[in-house]
């Protein structure tokens, strides 16, 4: 009962990390086809970012609160999978902004991706 019990609280917040990297890799690939990024694409970023980052931690926040509303102590062997995929779609969230910011950074010329020639 735990498990779909935790998963359905988290459903929200796993679905909005995945909506926001969504966001962002459409303009990258619109990014990528054109060759060049635009001032407005890199406010779009940036913005998107923001959003991925706010999505994560409002995830990880509403992870422990079911947890502890559940009565789920800690790191339950019982709950590894769940603890296993909210963990992976954080990282993907990680991932995703990673990729966004080598794209603004090397817009600003903070750090130039390097030719591949």
């Known amino acids: 009962m735990g498990h779909q ?11 909005k990390i995945v909506k926001e990297s969504e966001d962002v890799f459409s ?4 990014i990528a086809c ?4 635009t001032d ?6 940036e913005a998107q970012i923001k959003d ?3 999505a994560i931690a409002a995830a990880t926040q509403a992870f422990h609160a079911a947890k502890k ?4 102590p800690g790191i339950s062997l019982d709950m590894n999978d769940e603890h296993a995929f909210c963990l992976s779609v954080c990282a993907f969230g990680r991932l995703t902004v990673d990729f966004a910011q080598a794209l603004v950074d090397d817009k ?8 591949p020639y």
């Not at 054109?34 to 990024?37: L, P, Q, S, T």
């Not at 407005?40 to 970023?45: C, H, M, N």
């Open 5 to 15: 019990t935790l998963m359905a609280k988290m459903k929200p917040s796993i679905m």
């Open 27 to 30: 303009v990258c690939a619109e």
């Open 34 to 37: 054109e060759g060049a990024m």
């Open 40 to 45: 407005a694409q890199k406010t779009e970023l």
């Open 52 to 54: 991925i980052k706010d």
């Open 69 to 72: 509303e559940l009565g789920i």
């Open 108 to 115: 600003t010329g903070t750090k130039p991706i390097a030719s």
